[in-house]
């Protein structure tokens, strides 16, 4: 097995900095809440965080989520930060706290019923692509977006927390800026349509979180600056 002290000192360092970037925007180190993602990572890896205090944990796939839940302490709360394909969705309602890539109507009605016959509130976020790129899930017309959180706000299972993005890799700062910006402006416009309070901002990864707390995340989604890079 290989060496996996470096993830206590990396996850350490990562919540300082996480706290430092909160309070240099004026905002309490409380209001950001680190996700570990650890995809592809063995189970080793994910109970080195959680002895380090870790206890948040994503995946981009249910099936890896489902395997390593099953053998890790049952505190852990996990978060589905990938793509749902519909077919899974009976999976990911059963082991996620929340599912991070809501895109789209019809998999919010799954998702409800299979919530209601699990008797289950699953919270969720709606995807949106920001940025425009074609390689990636989300939501990009706004009116979809609207149609999607009344979808959400009308299902008596699904509790709607917020929005997620996802930035470009090395996309420059200014461009960083415009795009969480963007998702945070877009959360308060539709809080302002239904007149309800959607607390959670998901958006910021190993290299842009600090610019994603600034612009107010409330929710960052960290893996290589914590588990080291994939294979």
């Known amino acids: 097995m290989s060496d996996l002290s470096h993830i206590k000192a990396q996850l350490e360092e990562i919540k300082l900095r996480i706290s430092q970037a909160a309070e240099k925007s ?28 870790q206890r948040a944990f994503g995946e981009n796939r249910v099936q890896e989520m489902i395997s390593k839940s099953s053998g890790l302490p049952t ?4 978060h589905l ?3 749902l394909q519909s077919n899974k969705t009976a999976s990911a309602v059963k082991t996620s706290s929340m599912i991070h890539a809501v895109d789209s109507e019809n998999l919010i009605s799954r998702i409800n019923r299979i919530a209601l ?10 995807e ?21 959180a009344e979808c959400a706000l009308k299902s008596s ?9 996802m930035a470009p890799y090395e996309a420059p700062e200014c461009e960083l800026r415009k795009i969480f910006s963007g ?11 239904f007149n309800v309070k ?24 960290i893996g290589t600056a914590i588990f080291g890079k994939r294979a």
Request: with cysteine; glycine share 10%.
């Open 157 to 165: 299972n699904v509790d709607l927390k917020g929005l997620m993005t």
């Open 198 to 221: 959607f607390p959670e901002l998901s958006m910021g990864m190993s290299g842009d979180y600090e610019i994603a707390i600034a612009e107010g995340a409330t929710i960052v989604r």
């Open 75 to 78: 505190d852990i709360v996990w």
């Open 183 to 193: 998702l945070r402006g877009l959360r308060d416009k539709i809080e302002s349509s």
């Open 117 to 126: 016959e699990s008797g289950k509130k699953q919270k969720i976020l709606l």
């Open 26 to 53: 004026g905002r309490s180190p409380d209001a950001v809440r680190l996700i570990a993602v650890c995809k592809t990572f063995p189970p080793e890896a994910v109970l080195e965080a959680y002895d380090a205090g």
């Open 81 to 83: 930060i990938g793509h």
């Open 128 to 148: 949106v692509n920001i940025s425009g790129e074609e390689s990636k899930f989300g939501l990009r017309d706004e009116t979809e977006i609207i149609k999607c």
